[in-house]
């Protein structure tokens, strides 16, 4: 049984940075692409990040290029979140993500929903 744990949440002020991490669990994590996603109140799940099983290929949301760096870390079957400049609009709950049969490429493409979600940790940046 495959299980996420986010931790890494928090209250920070704008322009704040944050590091959210991803402890995975019940499967070879080294295998499989790792996704991150965020969900603000009253709007639709959304696409962050994605990372491919090797860390080579990386993919980001417009919306967070240049100040969101996604990373892993195979020998701790753990992925990372590096959230810097952070905004206000960046204020969501945020989850990890993996499946068997998505590259991380196909993580971003809209309508793609991985399998294994994390319960989520929550990101609040006041201005």
């Known amino acids: 049984q495959v299980q996420l744990v986010e931790s890494g949440g928090g209250l920070v002020q704008a322009g704040g940075s944050l590091r959210l991490s991803c402890a995975a669990s019940?499967?070879?994590?080294?295998?499989?692409?790792m996704g991150w996603f965020r969900q603000a109140p009253g709007k639709e799940r959304e696409f962050v990040a994605a990372?491919?099983?090797?860390?080579?290929?990386?993919y980001y949301a417009d919306s967070v290029k240049g100040r969101f760096t996604i990373s892993r870390d195979n020998a701790k079957n753990t992925v990372y979140l590096q959230m810097n400049s952070l905004k206000p609009e960046d204020t969501a709950v945020y989850s990890c993500?993996?499946?068997?049969?998505?590259?991380?490429?196909?993580?971003?493409?809209?309508?793609?929903?991985?399998?294994?979600w994390g319960q989520g940790t929550q990101v609040t940046v006041s201005s």
């Open positions: 993500a993996e499946d068997p049969w998505l590259t991380a490429q196909a993580m971003g493409v809209r309508g793609r929903v991985p399998t294994f």
């Open positions: 019940g499967r070879t994590f080294s295998s499989y692409a």
């Open positions: 990372i491919s099983s090797s860390g080579i290929s990386t």
